[in-house]
């Protein structure tokens, strides 16, 4: 984003304006974080604003400040469309293309607001008038610190923008250990402290806060797991009737398939969900050093995301889907095992 575009996003914003922020479809801890952060700065302007999320998300993140003012639209969508035709600026955030908001895609595609895109993830489309794009940055959440800094006003930064916006960092990054993680993001990380975010209470709420369910539910992902060892993979399986044995709630899958990365010797891992709901089986991968699962789950899975930690989807059934896996391994066989 050049100097012209933040000028101008000044202008627009030097007016009290009608203003949604929009997270991807399922947002994480980086979706939820960056909205409610951006929605915390943007009301001090006196602007008009409402954080509509396309579906729930976990419980783990309910408690960031603002969540309780978040429309869903998957059972709000009459007063969320209303709030979008009605606006001057739609923000998108985390995602960069419509489809990743599921049943928001068609209103969000006809809208006349201005579009605003901020986002870290690979290949987005060109909807937007104004875009902040960089794949280089850890979280959408260290990029909207970097907006507010932009706009000349982190000084406004206060502690419930600054745990929006730990949380994000935090969580993208895997607790700051994947390599996105720079010396840029432990500055930011030091600002949000100092502005207020107690890192120690956020990481508590994030992760230590289990139920006896899900670390049943995690018992049984792990007996699950499958290694690979001539492609230096692991994937784990999950299907409907073990995730209902165990009460799933959305979010106890979160970070699971980092167990399979955590082997020795492993550079790829997937876990593999069955969703009867929706018809498909979710996907998560994740991988170590430069082989890229952005590439694997765009070319195999009707996904996408980053070099090392993508999503997708696939029709088939689960053990269809894990066959299908299975079978496209040896092509990347040579990538996997120079790593």
Known sequence: MNKQDIASIKELLSTKKKIVIIPHKNPDGDAIGSTLGLYHYLIRGNH???????????????????????LKYDSQSKICDA??????????????????????????????????????????????????????????CEMIYHFIDMLGDSQTIDSDIATCLYVGIMTDTGSFRFRSTTSKTHTIVAKLIEKGANNNEIHNNVYDTNSYERLQLLGCALTNLRVIPESRAAYITLSQDELQKYNYKKGDT???????????????AAIFIEDKNEGIIKISLRSKGNFSVNEMSRAHFDGGGHTNAAGGKSHLSLEKTVEKFISILPTYNNALNNE
């Open 48 to 70: 008009k604003v409402h954080v509509l999320a396309p579906n729930d998300y976990p419980s783990f993140l309910k408690w960031i400040p603002g969540n309780d003012t978040i």
């Open 83 to 140: 709030l979008i035709n009605d606006a001057d600026i739609i923000f998108t955030l985390d995602f960069n293309a419509f489809h990743r908001t599921g049943n928001m895609e068609s209103v969000l595609t006809e809208s006349k607001g201005l579009k605003i895109m901020i986002d870290h993830h690979q290949a987005p489309d060109d909807y937007a008038t104004y875009m902040f794009s960089d794949v280089t940055m850890s979280s959408t």
């Open 254 to 268: 979160e970070g699971v398939v980092n167990y399979g990365l955590s082997l020795d010797g492993i550079v790829l």
